[in-house]
């Protein structure tokens, strides 16, 4: 382990943090991603130096030279996690393992310098139990974490920046839809795809969430909540939501999700769903699956349930798909007893509530 891989973290407390009383009003009711606390994480990159200067400190802007790399040429990367209160008034991370290697393989795609592993969870671990006042206690609601990294090097030249910050968010949660929706309607998208072989579609980074955003207003437009994206080869093969995987649900029991073929994003949430329901008994294969055939199963009653999937959302189920060419119902159009089962086993080890047989939980306090 070099120098680098371990920092200590200096800590600068806010001058003016929320009040307790109108935080505890905050987090009655905080919705998504709009609730923000007190502090943040940074630790600097150079050449010179390495990784450096690891701070928590009051949540505050960037200072950034309009040459800034990032602006030009969207140098960025970032990672979603929560952090759950457990029965007993302490609090867990979930995976905090597979967000860094994640955010790591995400770096050396956008040819940025990696973070060390250990860094990376060290620093949301810093942040949450500074923050531990303002995680929620209310069922379904957590800390969520927003570790990203951008380049900061002031130049006009493509190139890969020398110079990058990293840093963490947080922001107090409840449901990812307006009025926990019990069920989502997608809208497929003919028009654009979300990443072609060879792109950045395996990567967390800006880019592929800007490219989605003109898909998902068609989606808005036609009265659907998601956008879901076929491959940019044949335009067949179901691929992913606009910020989820998806599986599908059988009358036989068993499970598909199409494959990590370097197009999609290798979902936490997904691959812990997989383990789950293979820990149920259940069959889970990951194999592409058309468009024309979901609605056809759809259609017959070989299909029974889909639902989406992400730290964000947890398990979403779907209830219609439409589209230029496609109409159809999944089941009663609402949640299905499998996707209603993964969820609650889901939920259960992330809140403390079950036991964390494959070691998933990170304890902080």
């Known amino acids: 382990m070099t120098e680098s891989d371990t920092q200590t973290f200096l800590f600068e407390k806010n001058p003016n943090p929320v009040p307790a009383s109108e935080r505890e009003a905050l987090l009655q009711n905080p919705g998504f991603g709009r609730v923000f606390t007190d502090h943040m994480v940074t630790i600097r990159y150079s050449e010179e130096r390495g990784w450096h200067d690891a701070k928590v400190g009051p949540r505050k802007g960037f200072d950034l030279d309009p040459a800034t790399v990032v602006f030009h040429y969207a140098q960025e990367i970032f990672e979603g996690m929560k952090a759950y209160r457990l029965p007993d008034g302490g609090a867990t991370l979930f995976r905090p393992d597979a967000n860094a290697r994640r955010f790591r393989n995400s770096a050396l795609r956008l040819?940025?310098?990696?973070?060390?592993?250990?860094?990376?969870?060290?620093?949301?671990?810093?942040?949450?139990?500074?923050?531990?006042?303002?995680?929620?206690?209310?069922?379904?609601?957590?800390?969520?974490?927003?570790?990203?990294?951008f380049a900061t090097e002031v130049l006009l030249g493509v190139k890969p920046s020398a110079e990058y910050v990293y840093c963490v968010i947080a922001s107090s949660v409840g449901s990812y839809f307006k009025g926990g929706s019990p069920a989502v309607t997608l809208w497929v998208s003919e028009n654009y795809t979300r990443a072609a072989p060879g792109g950045t579609g395996e990567a967390k980074c800006g880019g592929n969430y800007a490219a989605s955003l003109a898909a998902q207003a068609e989606a808005i437009e036609q009265g659907c909540e998601q956008v879901v994206f076929l491959d940019a080869v044949e335009r067949r093969y179901i691929e992913e939501l606009g910020g989820m995987n998806v599986f599908f649900v059988f009358n036989d029991g068993s499970l598909q999700t199409p494959p990590l073929t370097g197009t999609i994003l290798p979902g936490i949430t997904r691959d812990s769903l997989i383990t789950l329901a293979r820990d149920l008994g259940l069959t889970v294969r990951e194999e592409p699956y058309a468009i024309d055939q979901w609605q056809a199963d759809a259609q017959s009653g070989r299909l029974t349930e889909a639902f989406a999937c992400g730290t964000a959302a947890v398990v979403t189920p779907i209830g219609k798909v439409k589209g230029r060419k496609y109409g159809f119902t999944i089941g009663d159009g609402g949640a299905g007893p499998v996707a209603s089962r993964l969820k609650a086993a889901l939920l259960d080890i992330q809140n403390g509530r079950a036991a964390d047989r494959h070691g998933w939980l990170d304890r902080l306090f």
């Open 111 to 149: 040819a940025m310098t990696p973070l060390p592993e250990e860094l990376f969870v060290e620093s949301v671990r810093a942040l949450t139990r500074v923050e531990r006042d303002w995680i929620p206690a209310a069922d379904g609601a957590a800390l969520y974490l927003r570790p990203f990294m």
